[in-house]
C-alpha cells in the first residue's frame, strides 16, 4: 500500500523550456502533496506544499511562477518548472500523505538535466 | 533556525555487524521524528516516533525516539548487503496553524561489505 508514481524519471531539454511532473498517489487519497528538491549529497529541501482544491504554498527563497503546482484532484499534483535552465537542473521528488501527521509517501523521484 | 543533524555522515560495516544511527533536532512545535530508506530511488518509510521512549521494530531495525535528549537512534542488527542505502532522518513539526511539514536531515549513507 501506499504508492505514489512520479513521471517522468528523466528529462533533459533545452534550456527556456517548460517541463511538467506528475506526481500520483495510486491507492490511497492524498489530501496534501510535497514538492522537494535534492542536491547531491544534500537532503531533501521542501519547495512546496500543495493541497487539494487550494494554492500550494511555497517555501521561502521558492519562486512560485517558476514553480507552477497543481492539486486538481485529490491523486494528482503536478510540478512545472517554467522556462527551465541549467540551474534548474536537479532531482525533484513529490510525496503525499493521506491524511495531518500521517507519513508521507515518495515519488520514484525526476532528474532534470537543462542544457 | 531549526534543523536535524544525522551522525555518522557515512559508515562502512562488514555482513553480521549491528550498527547504529543518529539524528538529532532543534525545531519548535515538534510533532513526530521519522526514518526512511533511500536506495537508488524513493525514500522508503521505516518508522515513526511520537512517544519518547517507545521502542519500534520491524525485522532486524529499529528505532526509538528521547525527547529529552531532541534525539532518536536507528538501530540495525545483523547488518546484509541490501541494508547499503542512505538512511534519512526527518521531523515533523507544525509550521503555523495546521499545516505539518518535514524537515530532513543530509542522511546517512551506510555501506555493508560482504
Known amino acids: 500500500g501506499a504508492v505514489v508514481s512520479q513521471h517522468p524519471s528523466w528529462v533533459i531539454c533545452k534550456s527556456g523550456t517548460s517541463v511538467k511532473i506528475e506526481c500520483r498517489s495510486l491507492d490511497f487519497q492524498a489530501t496534501t502533496m510535497f514538492w522537494y528538491r535534492q542536491f547531491p549529497k544534500q537532503s531533501l529541501m521542501l519547495m512546496a506544499t500543495?493541497?487539494?482544491?487550494?494554492?500550494?504554498?511555497?517555501e521561502q527563497g521558492v519562486e512560485k511562477d517558476k514553480f507552477l503546482i497543481n492539486h486538481a484532484s485529490l491523486t494528482l499534483s503536478t510540478l512545472t518548472v517554467t522556462s527551465a535552465h541549467p540551474e534548474d537542473s536537479s532531482f525533484y521528488i513529490c510525496?503525499?500523505?493521506?491524511?495531518?501527521?500521517?507519513?508521507?509517501?515518495f515519488g520514484d523521484g525526476t532528474r532534470l538535466s537543462i542544457l | 533556525e531549526d534543523k536535524v543533524v544525522q551522525s555518522p555522515l557515512s559508515l562502512v560495516v562488514h555482513e553480521g555487524d549491528t550498527v547504529t544511527l543518529n539524528c538529532s533536532y532543534e525545531v519548535t512545535n515538534f510533532r513526530s521524528l521519522l526514518w526512511y530508506k533511500q536506495e537508488k530511488k524513493a525514500p522508503t518509510f521505516l518508522f515513526m516516533l511520537t512517544s519518547s521512549g517507545i521502542e519500534k521494530k520491524s525485522g532486524r531495525l529499529s528505532s526509538i525516539l528521547d525527547k529529552k535528549e531532541l534525539s532518536s537512534i536507528l538501530n540495525i542488527t545483523a547488518t546484509q548487503t541490501g541494508d547499503s542505502a542512505i538512511y534519512l532522518c526527518?521531523?515533523?513539526?507544525?509550521?503555523?496553524?495546521?499545516?505539518?511539514?518535514?524537515?530532513f536531515g543530509k542522511g546517512t549513507l551506510l555501506t555493508v561489505n560482504p
Open positions: 510525496s503525499a500523505r493521506e491524511a495531518a501527521y500521517q507519513p508521507q509517501h
Open positions: 526527518a521531523v515533523g513539526w507544525n509550521s503555523g496553524g495546521s499545516n505539518y511539514k518535514l524537515t
Open positions: 500543495s493541497n487539494e482544491g487550494s494554492k500550494a504554498t511555497y
